[in-house]
């Protein structure tokens, strides 16, 4: 026997799994655009085909579609991090070698910014279609 709390549960349990879905396409998406000679082929194709397969389903056309932001959040953040030690050049104590790095904090900044935006987005879409 379902009670009222037990359908909005599941609700919820599957509104978390399709925003989980779509954070995958916006992360695919996102390495597809500044990898686009290498690997971001590949992660483009992965991106449009999930990105249509969630499309035509109805449950994919609902505010869990935000999770595209908070997915290409994810890829500045690592970009960010990989950068941790610039701007400049770093050279290792173990290596003859210098790496030249980015600044982290633009990168830090633009993830913050875009899995902020996707959440509280998402969350206020979906308490407004729950009423």
């Known amino acids: 026997m379902y ?12 509104q978390s799994v399709v925003f989980i879905a779509w954070v ?16 971001g082929l590949l992660c483009g194709l992965v991106a449009v085909v999930g990105a249509s397969a969630l499309l035509i389903s109805p449950r994919g056309r609902t505010p869990a579609a935000l999770g595209i932001l908070c997915g290409a ?9 990989l950068n ?3 701007p400049g050049n770093i050279c290792t104590a173990t290596s003859s070698s210098c790496v030249q790095e980015w600044n982290p ?8 910014v875009l899995i902020a935006v996707g959440i509280v987005t998402f969350i206020l879409l979906s308490k407004k279609q729950t009423r």
């Open 3 to 14: 009670y009222a709390t037990d359908v909005g549960n599941v609700r919820t349990k599957r």
């Open 24 to 39: 995958a396409v916006g992360a695919c998406a996102a390495v597809a655009v500044l990898t686009p000679f290498t690997i």
């Open 105 to 112: 904090w633009f990168w830090f900044a633009l993830g913050i």
């Open 84 to 86: 941790r030690k610039g």
């Open 73 to 81: 959040g994810l890829i500045p953040l690592y970009v960010a991090w």
